[in-house]
């Protein structure tokens, strides 16, 4: 090809546009379940497990406690899995996907032992933003406790 790229070159470039473009500040942002407005009260109950996580292709993603992978598919997640709805003002991003307060503070990464407050979310609830097929889904409440670190790496893999 005279004076242009060769389609190899343009595909790499495209390639790593992409991914600097995905991470933009450095990682990746999703849109998870939170109340849509913040609360006056949370309730009270305790819950805790490993904090799981899937980036959806629609750019949400959805956050579940559970102490093992589960898999999605017609029959939906695993019983013993319980999807997470966050307070107001929470967010998500990174990889491994960690979760961040009203203030932008990290408060939980994906594969961590977590505890939280909350509540069940009342049974006519079948799904939330990034999540359906779960047989329960909890109200977190703003405190979560970290009980282990996470096994993961801290960083995308290079391109």
């Known amino acids: 090809m005279r004076g242009g790229l060769p389609a190899i070159g343009v ?3 495209l390639v790593v546009t992409v991914a600097a473009g995905l991470m933009g500040e ?8 939170v109340a849509p407005r913040p609360a006056q009260a949370y309730f009270s109950a305790l819950t805790g497990g490993v904090l799981q996580g899937r980036a959806n292709i629609d750019g949400t993603a959805c956050l579940w406690l ?11 997640a695993r019983a013993d899995a319980m999807a997470l709805s966050w307070p107001y003002g929470f967010s998500a991003g990174g990889w491994p996907i960690a979760v961040y307060d009203a203030a932008g503070k990290r408060v939980a990464i994906e594969g961590q032992r977590v505890e939280m407050g909350g509540g069940l979310v009342p049974g006519s609830v079948h799904s939330i933003t990034g999540c359906s097929g779960f047989a329960a889904y909890w109200f977190a ?15 995308p893999p290079t391109i």
Do not use: C, N
Request: charged residues 20%; hydrophobic residues 40%; positive net charge.
């Open 141 to 155: 409440s703003p405190e979560i406790r970290i009980h282990a670190q996470m096994s993961k790496v801290d960083a």
């Open 66 to 76: 559970g102490d093992a992978r589960i898999t999605f598919g017609l029959g939906g």
């Open 26 to 33: 450095g990682w990746p942002q999703y849109r998870i379940a």
């Open 11 to 13: 595909g790499a470039l």
